[in-house]
């Protein structure tokens, strides 16, 4: 008898869809099938150890359509495979884990901060508000001088990618469409740098990837250079809504805003970990097995299709102790296992697929709690804060409402 779709159960129950079904089968993986597509899903640190260490598992092919496009898209750093992937993702590790470059992301939030702020006359919706503050920081800290490019254009483009990624139908129809506006900007970009009528200052990211070449020394083409340009931009605007909960956190557990607003930050980065640890990002990730294994009683032929659930191991009681808890005192003796906290992934950053952009969301989120907890005053009126698990990606019903925005002290201090 085949396995029953549950397709369906996957949209109900959301995030907490292979939470529940571990639970009622004692397992640390099922088989089910997705959009009529036969999948194992599992959990743990166990499983993300499987899944992303040695060549088991191969991210071609592993996601729906709708979503690939709307994200990473074909040919783009994380779906490539062996030294291809390794070569194309070093780029990207270049770039995302310099101590200047970073340094320098978390002063353009800053003052992209204040310069928005400085707009705020009433209450505002954080989550609107962070889209277009972190479409400048990001075309500022690749080398675009942001009065050259139409931000209202770009943010909503750029938002609707990571909005529409986890639905199906028409909304996520036309957000593709509307990628295709991103993807001729910049297209139009890269083959402006190229012929000289673009000029970027010759060490910023927009240029190292404009010039960067493959393992046989070929250069990007424009459509594969101009995906991984959006690559570098994307996912810096998804960085707001980690930073929503990490202010919803701070409202809800605001013993800790007044921790850091003491000047006591020793914690900072304790409490940014349990945020991306408690509160739902992405819900799974897909690979598909690349030759036979076995593993906990299951066997994997090649071609199978398998999701690794990453909310379930952020919140798998074997990893975690009292894991529906908010507690970032628990990263104070964290071991650093790689593999129990995957809000963006798992594995290494080096040899595996590990987002290389997690340093730069760790970085963006610290400098957000800073501006929240020390430099910003704000009130949260009366609204509805409730996180909907069925919603992919998720968010508090309201965006988190914020009224009586201003800065609290000098930017200096």
């Given at each position: 008898?085949?396995?029953?779709?549950?397709?369906?159960?996957?949209?109900?129950?959301?995030?907490?869809?292979?939470?529940?079904?571990?639970?009622?089968?004692?397992?640390?993986?099922?088989?089910?099938?997705?959009?009529?597509?036969?999948?194992?899903?599992?959990?743990?640190?166990?499983?993300?150890?499987?899944?992303?260490?040695?060549?088991?598992?191969?991210?071609?092919?592993?996601?729906?359509?709708?979503?690939?496009?709307?994200?990473?898209?074909?040919?783009?750093?994380?779906?490539?495979?062996?030294?291809?992937?390794?070569?194309?993702?070093?780029?990207?590790?270049?770039?995302?884990?310099?101590?200047?470059?970073?340094?320098?992301?978390?002063?353009?939030?800053?003052?992209?901060?204040?310069?928005?702020?400085?707009?705020?006359?009433?209450?505002?919706?954080?989550?609107?508000?962070?889209?277009?503050?972190?479409?400048?920081?990001?075309?500022?800290?690749?080398?675009?001088?942001?009065?050259?490019?139409?931000?209202?254009?770009?943010?909503?483009?750029?938002?609707?990618?990571?909005?529409?990624?986890?639905?199906?139908?028409?909304?996520?129809?036309?957000?593709?469409?509307?990628?295709?506006?991103?993807?001729?900007?910049?297209?139009?970009?890269?083959?402006?740098?190229?012929?000289?009528?673009?000029?970027?200052?010759?060490?910023?990211?927009?240029?190292?990837?404009?010039?960067?070449?493959?393992?046989?020394?070929?250069?990007?083409?424009?459509?594969?250079?101009?995906?991984?340009?959006?690559?570098?931009?994307?996912?810096?605007?998804?960085?707001?809504?980690?930073?929503?909960?990490?202010?919803?956190?701070?409202?809800?557990?605001?013993?800790?805003?007044?921790?850091?607003?003491?000047?006591?930050?020793?914690?900072?980065?304790?409490?940014?970990?349990?945020?991306?640890?408690?509160?739902?990002?992405?819900?799974?990730?897909?690979?598909?097995?690349?030759?036979?294994?076995?593993?906990?009683?299951?066997?994997?032929?090649?071609?199978?299709?398998?999701?690794?659930?990453?909310f379930a191991t952020n919140r798998d009681e074997r990893s975690w102790s009292d894991p529906g808890r908010f507690q970032p005192e628990r990263?104070?003796?964290?071991?650093?296992?790689?593999?129990?906290?995957?809000?963006?992934?798992?594995?290494?950053?080096?040899?595996?697929?590990r987002c290389p952009g997690e340093r730069a969301t760790i970085e963006l989120m610290e400098e957000a709690v800073h501006l929240l907890s020390?430099?910003?005053?704000?009130?949260?009126?009366?609204?509805?804060?409730?996180?909907?698990?069925?919603?992919?990606?998720?968010?508090?019903?309201?965006?988190?409402?914020?009224?009586?925005?201003?800065?609290?002290?000098?930017?200096?201090?």
């Open positions: 008898m085949p396995t029953p779709d549950s397709s369906i159960a996957f949209l109900a129950d959301g995030y907490l869809f292979g939470h529940r079904r571990f639970l009622r089968m004692r397992s640390d993986a099922f088989r089910t099938r997705i959009m009529g597509r036969p999948a194992v899903v599992m959990h743990g640190s166990e499983a993300a150890r499987i899944f992303y260490e040695g060549d088991r598992f191969t991210r071609d092919r592993a996601m729906p359509t709708s979503v690939l496009h709307l994200l990473q898209d074909e040919g783009s750093v994380q779906s490539l495979a062996g030294a291809v992937h390794h070569h194309r993702k070093s780029l990207f590790a270049r770039m995302l884990t310099d101590d200047d470059a970073l340094r320098r992301l978390r002063e353009l939030y800053a003052d992209e901060w204040f310069r928005a702020m400085a707009d705020w006359s009433a209450a505002v919706i954080l989550h609107e508000k962070l889209i277009t503050v972190l479409t400048r920081v990001a075309v500022r800290w690749v080398g675009i001088n942001p009065d050259t490019v139409d931000i209202p254009a770009r943010a909503g483009e750029l938002a609707g990618m990571i909005e529409n990624a986890g639905k199906f139908g028409p909304p996520n129809w036309l957000a593709r469409q509307r990628r295709h506006r991103t993807e001729r900007w910049a297209g139009e970009l890269i083959a402006g740098i190229w012929n000289g009528d673009v000029l970027v200052d010759p060490g910023s990211p927009l240029a190292q990837l404009a010039h960067h070449t493959e393992l046989d020394g070929s250069r990007l083409d424009q459509a594969a250079a101009a995906v991984e340009l959006i690559n570098l931009l994307r996912p810096i605007v998804a960085v707001g809504r980690f930073i929503v909960f990490a202010a919803l956190a701070l409202h809800v557990w605001p013993s800790w805003r007044r921790v850091f607003a003491s000047g006591d930050t020793a914690d900072v980065g304790n409490f940014v970990q349990e945020v991306r640890r408690y509160y739902p990002f992405f819900p799974v990730i897909g690979g598909r097995a690349q030759h036979g294994f076995e593993w906990h009683g299951h066997r994997f032929e090649i071609g199978d299709w398998v999701l690794l659930d990453l990263f104070r003796d964290w071991t650093g296992d790689p593999n129990t906290l995957i809000p963006q992934g798992g594995g290494d950053l080096i040899d595996g697929h020390r430099a910003t005053h704000y009130a949260v009126p009366p609204q509805d804060l409730r996180v909907s698990l069925r919603r992919f990606p998720a968010l508090p019903e309201s965006g988190f409402v914020m009224d009586a925005v201003g800065p609290a002290v000098s930017r200096t201090g």
